[in-house]
């Protein structure tokens, strides 16, 4: 069985000095209401059973599918995608408590769902933080 890291995004909030990017991380946590990742790379063993790692604040989390897409970029909640390169619908990435798995949700039927698997084609083509509109079903 292959072992699967969870990896984590956010938008970093820009405090600190820090730009307001994405930031990519393998673990996250939440303090007084804040919430944070800890940025990649991983910590760094300063000795004594000592780690340091970077915390980055965050305005939101979104986990990795696990899967990528035909470009090589990690698929995450959030993404807008194509699905077997159909350019006629797009899907947004969610999270199902009840089927615990990740679906896409078709933006234009508001009702298909479908399952993502690594052998059906994905095309991530924004995200609906930096791409609002695509919720409207505008495409790229």
């Known amino acids: 069985m292959q072992k699967r890291s969870i990896r984590f995004r956010g938008k970093a909030t820009g405090k600190g000095n820090i730009p307001t990017n994405w930031v990519y991380g393998g673990g996250c946590f939440a303090v007084c209401g804040n919430t944070f990742i800890f940025a990649d790379p991983t910590p760094k063993f300063m000795g004594n059973g000592v780690y340091e790692a970077k915390a980055i604040e965050v305005r939101f989390i979104c986990q990795s599918t696990g899967l990528h897409d035909i470009f090589k970029s990690e698929v995450f909640e959030g993404d807008v995608v194509r699905l077997d390169g159909n350019k006629k619908y797009t ?10 798995a990740f679906l896409a949700r078709c933006i234009q039927t508001k009702t298909g769902l479908a399952n993502l698997t690594p052998f059906v084609p994905i095309e991530v083509i924004g995200n609906i933080y930096d791409n609002p509109n695509l919720l409207k079903g505008e495409n790229k």
């Open 91 to 100: 899907y947004v990435i969610e999270w199902s408590e009840e089927h615990t």
